[in-house]
Structures are given as C-alpha cells and as structure tokens.
C-alpha cells in the first residue's frame, strides 16, 4: 500500500460522504505536480479540525490548572486587552464568513458543500473557547 493510499483510506474513514462532494484527496494535486496543492474539501476539514480539536483539548487542561490555581485573578494589561479584542474581530469575520456561504447557497451563485458551513462553526466555537479562556 502506497503512502497516497494510506492517507485516502483515513481520509474516507475520517470524513463522511454527505460532508462534501469534493475529493478529499486526489494525487495528481499534491504528489504528481511542480505546485503541490491540498483540494478545498482537504482544506476546509482537516486543516481546520485538527488545530482546532488540538486547541480545545489543550483549553480544558490550561481551565484545569486556572481553577486550581491559587492565584485565579489575572491583572488587566494590555496584552490581555489586545487578546480580546482581536478574538472578537477574528469571531466577526468568521461570521461574516458563515454569511457569505448561506447567501451564496441561497443565491445559487455556486455549489456549498457542508464543510462551507462547517469551517466557519468550528472556528467560531475554537475562538469562542480562547475567548474565554
């Protein structure tokens, strides 16, 4: 089994058919080629799942060691100010993202996989959890 292989059968493990149409793997684009390039459902799904899983589980544990702390309270600086503000920017946008996908569904301008949707969700709820933390 070659290493192309390998990946394809995780990758139809890994993601659901009704996810997207698009093939999540396809080696002509990023083997077989000068430019390697990953496809959009690849993209739009596995690029954005795993950080954003590997930044959750670490959020549970960084909540962990603050609420066993003995020193909870955290001084207001301009470092923390700045965190916030630009999490609340990058939350905007993802919204504005997530409009962009349901006017263009709606409009029929072009095809709108899941993961269209999905993305924006998941990086919402990710930006939401650093937010908070």
Request: glycine share 2%.
């Amino acid at each position: 089994m070659s290493i192309t292989d390998y990946f394809m059968s995780i990758a139809v493990r890994a993601l659901p058919n009704a996810l997207s149409v698009q093939e999540v793997v396809d080696s002509n684009l990023t083997w077989y080629t000068e430019n390697p390039e990953f496809t959009p459902c690849f993209e739009k799904t596995v690029l954005i799942w795993i950080p954003c899983g590997f930044l959750w589980l670490t959020a549970l544990l960084d909540a962990y060691y603050i609420l066993n702390s003995k020193e909870r309270n955290i001084p207001w600086n301009i470092l923390n100010i700045s965190k916030l503000v630009i999490t609340i920017l990058l939350i905007v946008f993802k919204f504005v993202d997530l409009g962009v996908a349901v006017h263009k569904s709606s409009n029929e301008e072009e095809d709108v996989f899941s993961a269209d949707y999905y993305a924006p969700l998941v990086k919402i709820l990710t930006f939401f959890g650093v937010f908070i933390v």
